[in-house]
């Protein structure tokens, strides 16, 4: 079956750093583009980054522009979100998500797979 596994996750104080890995089986991970989304408590899910699958080519949303680095092992089935200067806003369960053709425009019933998420917590 298919799977998507978050981890790496954690409680980390503001400033700090944290990697985040999404361990993919069950499709062929090479062929789709990938993304992290989160969720806040009590807010919607918010698109966070994506990776295409052959260019490599990253996008990242203004939140995060600066601080976040997104990367993948295609080799290794692995997607990373490297975080750095974490602020408390970051706090959100991160998920990790695959889809054909990744578009700016992206609604979460679009993506083909979901993971179950990883809870990320930035508090003094």
């Known amino acids: 079956e298919v799977q998507l596994v978050e981890s790496g996750g954690g409680l980390v104080q503001p400033g700090g750093s944290l990697r985040l890995s999404c361990a993919a089986s069950?499709?062929?991970?090479?062929?789709?583009?990938m993304s992290w989304v989160r969720q806040a408590p009590g807010k919607g899910p918010e698109w966070v980054s994506a990776?295409?699958?052959?260019?490599?080519?990253?996008y990242y949303a203004d939140s995060v522009k600066g601080r976040f680095t997104i990367s993948r092992d295609n080799a290794k089935n692995t997607l990373y979100l490297q975080m750095n200067s974490l602020k408390p806003e970051d706090t959100a369960v991160y998920y990790c998500?695959?889809?054909?053709?990744?578009?700016?425009?992206?609604?979460?019933?679009?993506?083909?797979?979901w993971g179950q998420g990883t809870q990320v917590t930035v508090s003094s």
């Open positions: 990776i295409n699958s052959g260019r490599g080519s990253t």
């Open positions: 069950g499709f062929t991970f090479g062929s789709y583009d």
């Open positions: 998500a695959a889809t054909k053709y990744f578009k700016t425009t992206m609604a979460p019933h679009e993506y083909a797979y």
